[in-house]
């Protein structure tokens, strides 16, 4: 069975710092994974997503992940933190299967002035 | 371009009430999905459509229901409404070419 593991719950930097968010997955077969972002009351934005190829992939707001298969690892990471990033962040991973994600159970960050 | 589209966003029902949520999208997509959120939770499936007339049972499907007899609608069934489906519901459709999910904005429910 697929499952995402955030080992993170609540993280806190300050504005300007870097940011890197933890995401491990068990899945049985080359992986497609994901990053999303949910802003209080509201639904879940896709960051960025790996299937295949480069395995440092760029997303939308300077964010980027990185996927190490040796550590079933797929961090998030931002070199500079905004105030307006702060947020939950959500890692997934699809069975392509029907498309079913299983997500994990999210990190939220904090963004100190 | 409307997306994904549910409501309602907010609704108090009693124990032992009953109600539909509904869910619709506009970009074509066959593949459709509840989901539901609980507090400091990820998102856990309720159930999904692959396709008009198609549905499945997801992770968590005790007490609800689904139907899917158009491509653009997929309403969510709460009978005899109970304290633990107290969550925030999210309906989805997925871009089958990109596996891209595009998220309705959710509706939050409380049962008293």
């Known amino acids: 069975a697929q499952s995402v593991t955030q080992p993170d719950i609540h993280i806190t930097v300050s504005e300007g710092a870097s940011l890197e968010l933890r995401c491990n997955y068990s899945?049985?077969?080359?992986?497609?994974l994901f990053w999303y972002v949910q802003s209080p009351g509201q639904g879940l934005q896709l960051l960025l997503k790996?299937?295949?190829?480069?395995?440092l992939v760029q997303g939308i707001k300077g964010f980027e992940a990185e996927f190490k298969r040796s550590q079933s690892s797929f961090n998030l990471r931002k070199p500079s933190v905004h105030w307006s990033d702060a947020a939950e962040y959500f890692c997934?991973?699809?069975?392509?299967?029907?498309?079913?994600?299983?997500f994990g159970d999210g990190t939220t960050l904090t963004v100190k002035p | 371009n409307a997306g994904v589209t549910q409501t309602p966003k907010f609704r108090i029902l009693k124990i032992g009430q009953s109600m539909t949520l509904q869910c619709t999208q506009d970009?074509?997509?066959?593949?459709m999905y509840w989901y539901r959120q609980d507090p400091g939770m990820g998102l856990k499936l309720i159930y999904y459509?692959?396709?008009?007339?198609?549905?499945d049972k997801g992770e968590v499907p005790n007490g609800y229901n689904v139907s899917r007899s158009t491509t653009e609608d997929f309403p969510l069934r709460l009978e005899l409404a109970a304290p633990s489906q107290t969550s925030v519901y999210f309906c989805?459709?997925?871009?089958?070419?990109?596996?891209?999910?595009?998220f309705g904005s959710g509706t939050r429910l409380t049962v008293v």
């Open positions: 970009m074509n997509h066959n593949y």
């Open positions: 459509s692959v396709g008009a007339g198609i549905t």
């Open positions: 997934a991973v699809i069975n392509t299967n029907a498309g079913k994600s299983t």
């Open positions: 899945y049985g077969a080359t992986p497609y």
């Open positions: 790996y299937f295949s190829g480069d395995t």
């Open positions: 989805a459709s997925l871009d089958a070419a990109n596996y891209g999910y595009t």
